[in-house]
Structure formats: C-alpha cells, structure tokens
T-cell receptor, first 120, second 110 residues
Framework: AQKVTQAQTEISVVEKEDVTLDCVYETRDTTYYLFWYKQPPSGELVFLIRRNSFDEQNEISGRYSWNFQKSTSSFNFTITASQVVDSAVYFC?????????????????FGKGTKLSVIP | NAGVTQTPKFQVLKTGQSMTLQCAQDMNHNSMYWYRQDPGMGLRLIYYSASEGTTDKGEVPNGYNVSRLNKREFSLRLESAAPSQTSVYFCAVGGNYGYTFGSGTRLTVV
C-alpha cells in the first residue's frame, strides 16, 4: 500500500518569506514517482514537478525548489520569496510502477494537501 | 485543462437520482482515472481503467460504476445518489510520466 503524508494542514506566511511544504511517503516499491500539484482557488490541478525514485538530485525552477531524500522518504517543496499568487493548496502525490502481472496502470496516491496563504 | 474534458461542470441532484459524469481525452493515453476531492481528504481514487475494456476499483468505489466506452472516453455513474457523494470529481489521464486532470465536476446531492 502507498501512503503520502502532508503533516502541515495550513500555513500562513507574509509575502517575500520563504516557506517549505513537507511531504513524507511510504511505499514498498523500488520504482516509484513523486509529484507536486498546485490547486489555486479556481480549482484546477496544476502539475509542478515529477521525480523518479532513482533520481535524488534536487531541482530548482525559478522560486521553486524540491528536496528529495530517499533516506527519510521525503520530498519537500520550498518556495523562495513567496508571492500572493502562490496562495493555493499544494498536493504531494506518489505513483508506483505497475505490477509485472498487473493491469499496467499507475495509481496516483495523494496526500491531504497543504493550504498555503501568502499575506501581502 | 487541455486534453481532458469533463462534463458537466456543476450538478445538483436529489437523493436517489442517477447521473453520469463524462470524461473525454484527446491525449491518446491508455490509462484513465476518476478521483473525488473532499475537504481535508485530498483526492481519492474511485475507479481507474488501464486500457480500453478494463476497469478496476480504487480506494472508494462504493456507490459508483464506470464504463470505458473506448480509448477516449471514461464515464462515472451514480446509480442512486446519496448526500455522502457530494464532492468535486476529477477525471485524469496519464501514468508515470505525469497526469493531466480535467477541470472537475462539482456535484451536490441534496
């Protein structure tokens, strides 16, 4: 079974502060994929990043960065110099490779999300 | 979202009524999924389809049926709606390279 835990339910920061959203996952699979999605108040789900289990390099994209550590089963997301437009619910998700005998379909398991409010 | 179209966007049902949520994709993916989103619960998988002609239960399948009509379309049916099925429903397509979500259907059962 797969599980994703986002312990922070809600976070509030003042604009320009840095903020880190935590994500801890559980899986028995050796091949898996981790994702972050953003859900702004408008409701759509916006893909941010994908990381496979064999690639532990950290990644930076503009003000966003991700820290993947297999040793602690964590995939944390940091926003630097936060902006009001970053206000959203952020979901961490895990997808394991299909079983050899299975349906050939990945199943994406979500955490419960962290609501980030950036105050001007 | 480009590539995944859900209809309707909003729906109000009375308890006991039935309805079908439609999802269509033009991304040529084999796998399609239905999720529901409830406050504080994240997104939970209802059913998925690995390929045309196959469907499997996810985490919360009770009260739902699905149909993979062809490679493009994957529908979710509520045979007898209950207030507990009030939720936002998302269709998704994809796999390990990423998932694309529809814009969602907000369903209220009164």
């Amino acid at each position: 079974a797969q599980k994703v835990t986002q312990a922070q339910t809600e976070i509030s920061v003042v604009e320009k502060e840095d903020v880190t959203l935590d994500c801890v996952y559980e899986t028995r699979d050796t091949t898996y994929y981790l994702f972050w999605y953003k859900q702004p108040p408008s409701g759509e789900l916006v893909f941010l990043i994908r990381r496979n289990s064999f690639d532990e390099q950290n990644e930076i994209s503009g003000r966003y960065s991700w820290n993947f550590q297999k040793s602690t089963s964590s995939f944390n997301f940091t926003i630097t110099a936060s902006q009001v437009v970053d206000s959203a619910v952020y979901f961490c998700a895990l997808s394991a490779a299909p079983r050899a005998s299975g349906a050939g379909s990945y199943q994406l398991t979500f955490g419960k999300g962290t609501k980030l409010s950036v105050i001007p | 979202n480009a590539g995944v179209t859900q209809t309707p966007k909003f729906q109000v049902l009375k308890t006991g009524q039935s309805m079908t949520l439609q999802c269509a994709q033009d991304m040529n993916h084999n796998s399609m999924y239905w999720y529901r989103q409830d406050p504080g619960m994240g997104l939970r998988l209802i059913y998925y389809s690995a390929s045309e002609g196959t469907t499997d239960k996810g985490e919360v399948p009770n009260g739902y049926n699905v149909s993979r009509l062809n490679k493009r379309e994957f529908s979710l049916r509520l045979e007898s709606a209950a207030p507990s099925q009030t939720s936002v429903y998302f269709c998704a397509v994809g796999g390990n390279y990423g998932y694309t979500f529809g814009s969602g259907t907000r369903l209220t059962v009164v």
